[in-house]
């Protein structure tokens, strides 16, 4: 299966500051996510998410990037939650339901305007970045939770590592950071011809 890529149309709309940041559902994405790293046959399968080809995860493309925290956000997963009661919960439900046909458990929404020109690496790295926030809740021994219907129990994670790089310089890496490290270190276990693969975009032409 070829990389999906947003559709040109959303793309004009980003170019337009009257419209603001438009969303549109991505099915395409799923199924790509579910055939290319979700499935034990994908070309680029990861067996991390093992607990999430059942998950109910809806995709979304957003017509442009935004800026949180100093930092240009080009990817967020996120767990449904209305905050709202009364009309405003049911617009709420509403926009899902016209979206989706259903309210999701799970929506990742990403850039399209990032999607649109990044190579198909930075691609792959940036949805399972996100999907790596969709993680198996586990209990206090450390064994993963299921829920009664015998599914994984899902929560949201945060990040593995979280810190400054003034702090490792100066302090030298804790042992999370060192882990990262050493597999910043170690071959990377994705090569560019199963991206390729995946993708269909030329990733070789550019290597």
């Keep these: 299966m070829e990389r999906p890529m947003p559709p040109a149309s959303l793309l004009e709309l980003s170019e337009l500051s009257d419209f603001g940041i438009r969303l549109t559902p991505a099915p395409e994405v799923w199924e790509w996510l579910q055939a290319e790293i979700l499935a034990n046959t994908g ?21 442009a990037a935004f800026a949180k925290k100093g930092r240009t956000v080009v990817g967020q997963a996120e767990q449904v939650a209305f905050r709202a009661g009364g009309w405003q919960k049911a617009r709420m439900e509403q ?18 305007d990032y999607c649109a020109q990044c190579s198909d690496a930075d691609f792959c790295a940036l949805v399972e970045h996100e999907l790596y926030h969709i993680a198996q809740a586990k209990d206090q021994y450390g064994a993963p939770k299921f829920t009664q219907e015998g599914l994984p129990k899902l929560e949201m994670r945060g990040h593995d590592v979280e810190e400054f790089v003034g702090v490792v310089r100066r302090y030298g890496a804790s042992p999370d950071v060192q882990a990262l490290v050493d597999a910043a270190n ?21 290597a």
């Design 95 to 112: 926009q899902m339901f016209d979206w989706f046909g259903c309210v999701p458990t799970y929506i990742i929404t990403l850039a399209a």
């Design 43 to 63: 070309s680029i399968h990861n067996e991390d998410h093992a607990h999430l080809l059942d998950a109910d995860i809806r995709v979304m493309w957003a017509s």
């Design 186 to 206: 170690s071959p990377a276990e994705v090569g560019k011809l199963n991206i390729s693969r995946a993708c269909g975009t030329c990733l070789l032409k550019s």
